[in-house]
């Protein structure tokens, strides 16, 4: 695959605590699958803000040593970074902190605002002037533009959130108050939970509140901010809904490919959905074969879902080398080595003489689906049936995700018949578009990386009438 999330968000909150940056830490670890290139933990220590954020995994980023450097508090920040918007520059590392007349704020995106370079280019005429390239200092200038206008940070970020279109999953950090934002259309997840010594945690994931202790309370809805405040956090959260109740498009692609398989996103499992996908597949394209292999990770839930529908046994065909990471050395571009040999190894047993439905959640370049079926072919299998548990990806993704252009994706400019020769499958199927509903239990998503219908609309020139006015108050 060669899509990537953006982002990981995670905030706590609750009495002083003296390992909240181990907490953060665990979290973060558990998000680590939606961004690898940065992270960053930030500590409220009574309304000093302590951080600690560099290029890496996690792991890499916080020793020991780190984590007991930051000191206790009763409300923490924390985030993974994948690099898109803006690149993989020191000044994007989030969490961001900016200070104002008012005070201090901290604050952690999952997401792309779709009139970011818009936003920007309004403000800087005003005078704005910003020290990174990403689209979250452009919602923190404006959050901070509005704090100094308002009485609250509540009402500053309520006035803020007009003059953002796009996907924003927010965790912000005031002195006193911990805050969290869902975009109207609900583009990216983000829910939060509680443990029980009282505190509370929000996390773009809910698998990020199981490795903290914290019991999943429920999903905010799209539009919704919740406000968690330091001096009463027994009272629990305060939820403003004034931006709820539009046509929601939550990303199908999470269900897909991005979430982890243990996760809920808006009360659906995503284990289930792609088991589900599965399903669909082997009704929509049933084939005769003597094995069902998935490709590691992301193909595993739905291989079985296949397998389960169609009687077809699942076999383990594919191991992952789990420790091929960031520190990894790949060859160099004059080495001949196969990155996809290295990562994927495949399991001649399982394989060899056999008829083998290979599953995988989609194909980008086709590249890699090339070299992994001749792995297969050399490990023996007889008959290679490629199915792919998502429509063909055909579009670029505008709400922060990481999809090559529109002219290195294999689906724009071939017919499935064409991709299956190209890449030396016997057969393909891929998910049809309107089983997606049927797949995720959604009755609104988006799809637009898969039939080009953008919820916002595609961000080009013409938006700029569109924004004209909200903007002119800016
Ligand atoms: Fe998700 Fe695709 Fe929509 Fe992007 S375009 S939000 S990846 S469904």
Do not use: W
Not at 48 to 74: C, M, N, Q, W, Y
Not at 126 to 144: K, L, M, N, R
Not at 417 to 442: H, T
């Amino acid at each position: 695959m060669a899509i990537h999330e953006e982002c990981g968000v995670f905030g706590m909150i609750g009495e002083v605590n003296p390992t909240i940056a181990r907490d953060v830490y665990y979290g973060l670890y558990a998000l680590q699958h939606r961004g690898q290139e940065s992270c960053g933990i930030v500590i409220n220590d009574d309304g000093i803000f302590a951080s600690h954020k560099d290029t890496g995994l996690v792991g890499e980023v916080f020793s020991e040593r780190e984590l007991s450097d930051l000191p206790a508090g009763g409300m923490a920040i924390g985030h993974v970074r994948y690099a898109t918007t803006g690149g993989n520059t020191r000044n994007n590392i989030q969490p961001m902190i900016v200070s104002h007349q008012k005070g201090n704020l901290c604050l952690a995106h999952n997401g792309n605002l779709t009139n970011s370079l818009y936003l920007r280019d309004k403000l800087e005429l005003s005078g704005a002037i910003f020290h990174s390239t990403s689209d979250t200092e452009v919602i923190s200038y404006v959050i901070t533009r509005e704090r100094l206008k308002t009485a609250s940070i509540e009402q500053a970020v309520l006035n803020a959130i007009r003059y953002f279109e796009g996907a924003f999953s927010l965790v912000m950090m005031s002195s006193t108050k911990l805050i969290a934002v869902r975009d109207p259309k609900g583009f990216r997840p983000l829910c939060y939970g509680k443990r029980n010594d009282g505190s509370y945690v929000i996390a773009s994931e809910s698998c990020a509140l199981n490795a903290v202790g914290a019991s999943f309370v429920r999903d905010l809805e799209p539009g919704e901010m919740l406000v968690f405040s330091g001096e009463n956090i027994e009272c629990g959260p305060v939820s403003y809904r004034e931006y709820c109740g539009g046509k929601k498009s939550p990303c199908i692609f999470e269900y897909i490919y991005f979430a982890r398989p243990d996760s809920m996103i808006d009360g659906i499992s995503v284990h289930e959905t792609r088991v589900r996908a599965g399903r669909i597949l082997a009704r929509e394209h049933p084939v005769c074969a003597d094995v069902v292999v998935g490709v590691p990770d992301s193909g595993l839930d739905a291989a079985i879902g296949f397998s389960v529908e169609s009687g077809i046994p699942y076999e383990i065909g594919l191991v992952k080398n789990k420790y091929v990471g960031r520190s990894f050395i790949f060859p160099t571009k004059g080495q001949r080595t196969d990155t996809v040999r290295i990562k994927l190894s495949p399991v001649k047993s399982v394989l060899n003489n056999k008829r083998v439905v290979l599953i995988d959640d989609s194909i980008v370049r086709g590249t890699t689906s090339k070299r992994i079926i001749s792995i297969l072919r050399e490990a023996g299998a007889k008959e290679i049936h490629l199915r792919i548990s998502s429509p063909p990806f055909k579009h670029p993704c505008f709400y922060g995700v990481d999809v090559d252009s529109e002219d290195n994706l294999i689906a724009n400019h071939h017919s499935p018949e064409d991709i299956a020769r190209l890449i030396g499958a016997d057969s393909i199927g891929f998910l049809p578009m309107d089983s997606l509903g049927e797949m995720s239990g959604c009755e609104l998503y988006c799809s637009a990386c898969f039939d080009g219908k953008y919820p916002t609309g595609i961000p080009d020139d013409t938006r700029k009438d569109r924004f004209e006015k909200k903007l002119s108050e800016v």
